[in-house]
């Protein structure tokens, strides 16, 4: 199973010329005794801004490790992806921000609401944490509310997610799942 490193660093290397450099303030660390992992990253939009491929980031990761001689782990990341751009990522990552923000605000389907909230009874009800004076008191109305808001973005990106698993195999990928590219005249939905 592929899995991120305790300690790792995203890093840009939006024209494909810094990627040693960034690799060696990396090595530079581990000299201090910080174990970084680089985690090069790029967007789709960044790719369609300077015509770039996403098979870039991973020939100029791969090109700087061989070059210095990098023995630990390092990845490579399709940043930002959706259903419709994944597959141009799939041959030259090993990492995946799995972009949700268009779903979110966005009502699921009522029904998926209401088994959601059944299936999950659990998080009805007070919760006390120590150290915080109030408790939190939940309804199932509370909840189904919260689901209404979010829930559509979850499975999507269950189904990017087990869109790559097709592709690459369970296991050999990290994922991660971002809401914070947003268009700026839409205002992101407030949880509570």
Same mark, same amino acid.
């Given at each position: 199973m592929l899995t991120l490193?305790? !300690?790792?660093?995203? /890093?840009? *290397?939006?024209?494909?010329?810094? +990627?040693?450099a960034q690799l060696r303030a990396?090595?530079?660390?581990?000299e201090q005794g910080a174990d970084v992992i680089p985690v090069w990253n790029k967007s789709h939009r960044e790719h369609t801004t300077i015509g770039s491929e996403p098979s870039s980031v991973r020939t100029a990761a791969d090109a700087a490790v061989r070059e210095l001689g990098w023995k630990k782990p390092y990845h490579v990341d399709a940043d930002h992806i959706r259903?419709?751009?994944?597959?141009?990522?799939?041959?030259?990552?090993?990492? !995946?921000?799995?972009? /949700?923000? *268009?779903?979110?605000?966005?009502? +699921?389907?009522?029904?998926?609401?209401k088994a959601f909230a059944s299936r999950h009874s659990d998080l009805v009800?007070?919760?006390?944490?120590?150290?915080?004076?109030?408790?939190?008191?939940?309804?199932?109305a509370e909840v189904?509310?919260?689901a209404s808001k979010y829930l559509l973005a979850?499975?999507?990106?269950?189904?990017?997610y087990r869109h790559i698993a097709q592709a690459k195999g369970e296991g050999r990928f990290i994922t991660e799942v971002s809401m914070d590219e947003i268009e700026?005249?839409?205002r992101r939905p407030s949880c509570w």
């Amino acid at each position: 199973m592929l899995t991120l490193a305790k !300690y790792s660093f995203g /890093v840009g *290397d939006r024209f494909a010329h810094q +990627a040693r450099a960034q690799l060696r303030a990396c090595m530079l660390a581990a000299e201090q005794g910080a174990d970084v992992i680089p985690v090069w990253n790029k967007s789709h939009r960044e790719h369609t801004t300077i015509g770039s491929e996403p098979s870039s980031v991973r020939t100029a990761a791969d090109a700087a490790v061989r070059e210095l001689g990098w023995k630990k782990p390092y990845h490579v990341d399709a940043d930002h992806i959706r259903l419709e751009t994944v597959d141009g990522f799939i041959a030259s990552s090993d990492f !995946y921000t799995i972009d /949700v923000a *268009d779903a979110i605000g966005r009502p +699921a389907d009522a029904g998926a609401v209401k088994a959601f909230a059944s299936r999950h009874s659990d998080l009805v009800g007070r919760l006390e944490i120590p150290g915080i004076e109030r408790p939190f008191e939940t309804t199932r109305a509370e909840v189904e509310r919260i689901a209404s808001k979010y829930l559509l973005a979850v499975q999507e990106a269950g189904r990017i997610y087990r869109h790559i698993a097709q592709a690459k195999g369970e296991g050999r990928f990290i994922t991660e799942v971002s809401m914070d590219e947003i268009e700026t005249r839409r205002r992101r939905p407030s949880c509570w």
